[in-house]
Nanobody, 124 residues
Framework: QVQLVESGGGLVQAGDSLRLSCAAS????????MAWFRQASGKEREFVAA????????TYADSVKGRFTISRDNDKKLLYLQMNSLLLEDTAVYYC?????????????????WGQGTTVIVSS
């Protein structure tokens, strides 16, 4: 019933840019809070960026502020993560998440729906 599919990952060099996309099958895409999380090898899944249901408010992890931008297109049911000035430490599997809420959600436990992830590898 609810499917999230990430795409756009790949191998890039430090300093490059990359845009991730998440296509959602949610019938009411505009009613869901959405976010991006990432999980590096050997680490726990961590918060990256979140956006509220209307797209009017966003928040970011300190590690990506000023470099990443989260956005959404509710008509197309797409979530984006524009990543600029990529660093080696950005290497991870990136996951799209969604849940019913009119507020920003930033914690892993707050999300019930997840994509399978798309891999981003940043090399020097």
């Amino acid at each position: 019933q609810v499917q999230l599919v990430e795409s756009g990952g790949g191998l890039v060099q430090a300093g490059d840019s990359l845009r991730l996309s998440c296509a959602a099958s949610l019938r009411t895409f505009g009613e869901y809070a959405m976010a991006w999380f990432r999980q590096a090898s050997g680490k726990e899944r961590e918060f990256v960026a979140a956006i509220n249901w209307s797209g009017g408010t966003t928040t970011y992890a300190d590690s990506v502020k000023g470099r990443f931008t989260i956005s959404r297109d509710n008509d197309k049911k797409l979530l984006y993560l524009q990543m600029n000035s990529l660093l080696l430490e950005d290497t991870a599997v990136y996951y799209c998440a969604a849940d019913w809420s009119t507020e920003l959600l930033t914690a892993r436990y707050q999300y019930d729906y997840w994509g399978q992830g798309t891999t981003v590898i940043v090399s020097s």
